[in-house]
């Protein structure tokens, strides 16, 4: 078989009913998907580690009765260790790092039976919503090449969206599915703590506002790929009761009547773009005309509050990792080839005492209680899923200023400067500010909440970019999102919508 010109019309489910049903062998479908990455990866920069021979290989030897039998798949290269197989978490200090066994949701994906193709870009770290890490240069919005596909988990999402495969591994700490899910036109859903394994080396990443799953262009998909690696893991601190039935069920039935909360709120410092407040308007307007009520609340927290006390975790846990990373390179190479401003993380990371961390955790307590009072009252909260369509590759790069600023945070002068207090949380005010502002993410509270979220492609700009917008559910309510999400792919069906960029 020279080409498969269907390939891009299944999702992830079609293609193994193919393949259960003979239609088209397992090899056939990994030489297809290698073509494209091959002939779409030097425009997007998606894959940096390529894995053929491996999934050439593996296509040989599959379970038929495997969910996924023989469909092509992408793992990013971060978090989502395959052994012996390079994972570089975006960084020039780890590129020839070898992780010595499958993560636990890896070990699951193979036995899904998915043929993994390769590695996918991701920044250093997972730090950043924009998918260029210095490393690895940047990688593109297949919708238009001049915008980025978003982050960390943008070389996934851009791999689906050009249509690579038709899923692709995820992680979200604070909106790394949902944000590259928007602004690829993708379904992207951050399930609940507890849900995936995130183990064995990442027991409690970033507290427990990590978690792994998919992004993908169809709900069924993610629905049976939850049913296929959800579930507890040995030495998992956090656990979830197990729902009452598949997921891939729960889509086919439609959701009962719904009380639905939204708002389209300034958030740092901004007013939220027409373009992101009109995708919520549209969105609203669709599920009245479902039977769903539709009601204007504003929560009591904000997104300013909530980001501070997720950067400080984040920052204390970043600073835990690369202390890690100096006892094994040395403090020389881990400077010399960490980014900037990781570096600069890094060293207010050492800074930031213990009552600080303990405060945020306790403020995290504060905002799941908002969040619970508000989800008694209604069955999810729409948001747009960031305040801002899609940017310009380029546009967050630091700014010289920020530069200065960083350069000076990690010498030695950064030390007297944090020894002040109130001025660490001053720069660190300024920070999130900084990195926030231009993006506006209205996703970080579901990851300090724990609670299920998603982004749904249901609307475009007029200059033809996706822009999504947000569900955050009840606990453990997963279920009701993806009913939920199924229902609105079949009244306003965004699988067929195809980048012109890439035609």
Request: one cysteine or more.
């Amino acid at each position: 078989m020279t080409s498969f010109a269907e390939y891009e019309q299944y999702d992830g489910i079609g293609l193994a009913k193919l393949v259960k049903n003979g239609e088209i062998k397992a090899t056939e479908l990994c030489e297809e998907a290698i073509n494209r990455a091959e002939k779409l990866n030097p425009k997007l920069n998606t894959i940096i580690t390529p894995l053929y021979d491996f999934a050439r290989e593996t296509a040989k030897h599959l379970q038929a009765d495997a969910p996924f039998c023989g469909v092509p798949f992408l793992l990013k290269d971060a978090h989502h260790a395959l052994k012996d197989f390079p994972m570089s978490s975006g960084s020039a200090l780890l590129k020839d790092f070898l992780p010595q066994n499958d993560a636990e949701i890896v070990r699951r994906f193979k036995k899904a039976g998915l043929v993994i193709l390769g590695k996918t870009n991701t920044p250093e770290f997972k730090l950043a919503y924009v998918t260029e890490p210095k490393a690895f240069e940047k990688t593109r919005n297949p919708w238009n090449l001049a915008y980025t596909p978003g982050g960390s988990s943008g070389g996934s999402a851009a791999a689906v969206a050009a249509r690579i495969v038709p899923l692709a591994s995820a992680t979200d700490e604070g909106g790394s599915i949902r944000v590259p899910a928007s602004y690829c036109g993708l379904f992207g859903l951050k399930p609940s703590r507890g849900r995936n394994p995130v183990g064995p080396d990442f027991k409690e990443e970033w507290d427990g506002m990590s978690t792994s799953h998919v992004v993908t262009r169809s709900v069924r998909d993610s629905a049976a790929m939850l049913d296929a690696v959800s579930g507890r893991e040995l030495g998992a601190p956090y656990s979830i009761i197990a729902p009452e039935r598949p997921f891939q069920e729960e889509v086919q039935f439609d959701p009962e009547h719904l009380r639905i909360g939204f708002h389209t709120r300034s958030a740092y410092g901004r007013e939220v773009h027409p373009e992101c407040i009109k995708s919520v308007e549209q969105t609203c307007k669709l599920l009245e005309s479902l039977g769903h009520n539709v009601e204007e609340t504003v929560p009591n927290y904000q997104e300013e509050d909530a980001a501070l006390n997720w950067c400080i975790i984040m920052i204390g846990n970043l600073a835990a990792h690369v202390d890690r990373l100096v006892q094994t390179y040395g403090h020389f190479n881990v400077k010399r080839n960490l980014e900037l401003q990781n570096y600069a993380l890094y060293r207010m990371g050492q800074r930031i005492k213990a009552l600080d961390f303990v405060k945020a955790k306790r403020k995290w307590r504060q905002f799941g209680t908002i969040m619970d009072q508000v989800l008694n009252k209604y069955d999810m909260m729409l948001t747009p899923t960031l305040g801002e369509p899609p940017v310009l590759v380029g546009s967050l790069q630091p700014s010289k200023s920020d530069q200065r600023s960083m350069k000076v945070i990690s010498s030695w002068v950064g030390n007297i400067i944090m020894s002040n207090r109130k001025l660490t949380n001053s720069i660190l005010k300024e920070l999130i500010q900084n990195m926030m502002k231009v993006l506006m993410p209205f996703t970080m509270i579901a990851n300090i909440t724990g609670q299920p979220a998603m982004s749904v492609p249901l609307y475009w700009t007029e200059s033809g970019l996706p822009c999504g917008v947000q569900f955050i559910g009840r606990f453990g309510e997963e279920a009701k999102l993806l009913r939920l999400a199924s229902q609105l792919e079949k009244a306003q069906p965004w699988v067929s919508r195809k980048p012109q960029s890439l035609q």
